[in-house]
Every structure is written in structure tokens, then in C-alpha cells.
T-cell receptor, first 112, second 113 residues
Framework: NAGVTQTPKFQVLKTGQSMTLQCAQD?????MYWYRQDPGMGLRLIYY???????DKGEVPNGYNVSRLNKREFSLRLESAAPSQTSVYFC???????????FGPGTRLTVL | QKEVEQNSGPLSVPEGAIASLNCTYS??????FFWYRQYSGKSPELIMS????GDKEDGRFTAQLNKASQYVSLLIRDSQPSDSATYLC?????????????FGKGTHLIIQP
């Protein structure tokens, strides 16, 4: 039981390049989330998916797109990366008990 | 704008003492509250959840909730050097719905041997 997994662990992009961050969970959770964490800003919600087939914007969605591929997988895409998107990205899934969320190991992204 | 406030620290506590971490939140409709521990370079790890007023104990950890004062706290008894980390307070955005959590910026805790 791996919990929440994310790939890649590290990535360096040039401004304007695109990439997709992958997330998968094996806990049979319905809801999944993407957060970014920046120094001095804390964790901020980018997008979430309450269930397979649905996605909604969070606090900071601009510059990102998401896809809930199936119940297990939730991907985050940067179409044209900008230096302001340099951050650590965490995927999380929501357990059955209220709003407990469990986090993946994170992707450290640098945009030059 | 829903907000969660924490003292950023660092909070320095001697080994074996009680560490007390505090958090206030702005949304009176919040219904679930969480404490996460985050080691440097690692992901947040859920250590406590609390949903009703009062205290909840789990091992060396006690979470306290006062909805009237919009205040959540975490006590760590018999603090160990391994407790040195950043502690994040999180609150559900809506009434138990599937949308995300609002996090404080975290308190950096240092346990001095």
C-alpha cells in the first residue's frame, strides 16, 4: 500500500516549456487535491477533484490545468511554465473520515 | 478571505518539556481542524484531527479546540529532539465538503537537547 505517489520528484524547466505532474493514490479515495508550497506563503490549493470526472478551481488556479484520469490518478499540467511557478507541488487525497488529507512526497519544480 | 494564523517562530523548547503551538482561524463555519508535522524537505504528515470543542489526546499529543474563540492548539508532552519540525494548522474550507483545506504558514519548533 503505497498511499499517494508523485512523479517526478524534481524537475527543471525553461520559461515557456510545458510539463505534467503525475499523482496516483491506492487508498480508494474519491477526492484528490493539488497544492503548491512557497516560502512564507504556506500551502495553497491549486485545483481539486471531488470525484472521478469532476474538477474545481482552488485559490491559485491560473496557469494550471488538471485532469482526473480515473479514480486513482489526478494530473497537473503547466502549459507554459513561468518563473513564478517555481515551487514545491504536493498532491493529496481525502480519507473517508471528514476532511483528513494525506499527502504525496512532492515535486520540486524550478522554472528558469 | 478565510485565514488561518500561526506564529512562525522559531519556538524553542527544552527536551522533556511541553511544547504549546497555537492557531486561530477566521471562518466561524469551519468544522474540522488538523495538525500536520512537516520535516524539512518532506511532505506534511497528519498527526491530529479534532472536530468538536474540548481536548483530544493521542499519545504525547493533545489537540484543543475552542470554536467560540476560534482557536486551536497542539500540546506536545515530553518533547523529543525528533519533534523538531514545522507544524501546520489546517482548517476545512467549507462545512465538511470535498474542497480543500486552508493552511496556516506553520510554526517552526526546535527541541533543544
Amino acid at each position: 500500500n503505497a498511499g499517494v505517489t508523485q512523479t517526478p520528484k524534481f524537475q527543471v524547466l525553461k520559461t515557456g516549456q510545458s510539463m505534467t505532474l503525475q499523482c496516483a493514490q491506492d487508498m480508494n479515495h474519491n477526492s484528490m487535491y493539488w497544492y503548491r508550497q512557497d516560502p512564507g506563503m504556506g500551502l495553497r490549493l491549486i485545483y481539486y477533484s471531488a470525484s472521478e470526472g469532476t474538477t474545481d478551481k482552488g485559490e491559485v488556479p491560473n496557469g494550471y490545468n488538471v485532469s482526473r484520469l480515473n479514480k486513482r490518478e489526478f494530473s497537473l499540467r503547466l502549459e507554459s511554465a513561468a518563473p513564478s511557478q517555481t515551487s514545491v507541488y504536493f498532491c493529496a487525497s481525502r480519507g473517508k473520515a471528514y476532511n483528513e488529507q494525506f499527502f504525496g512526497p512532492g515535486t520540486r519544480l524550478t522554472v528558469l | 478571505q478565510k485565514e488561518v494564523e500561526q506564529n512562525s517562530g522559531p519556538l524553542s523548547v527544552p527536551e522533556g518539556a511541553i511544547a504549546s503551538l497555537n492557531c486561530t482561524y477566521s471562518d466561524r463555519g469551519s468544522q474540522s481542524f488538523f495538525w500536520y508535522r512537516q520535516y524539512s524537505g518532506k511532505s506534511p504528515e497528519l498527526i491530529m484531527s479534532i472536530y468538536s470543542n474540548g481536548d483530544k489526546e493521542d499519545g504525547r499529543f493533545t489537540a484543543q479546540l475552542n470554536k467560540a474563540s476560534q482557536y486551536v492548539s497542539l500540546l506536545i508532552r515530553d518533547s523529543q529532539p525528533s519533534d523538531s519540525a514545522t507544524y501546520l494548522c489546517a482548517v476545512n474550507r467549507e462545512g465538511g465538503g470535498a474542497d480543500g483545506l486552508t493552511f496556516g504558514k506553520g510554526t517552526h519548533l526546535i527541541i533543544q537537547p
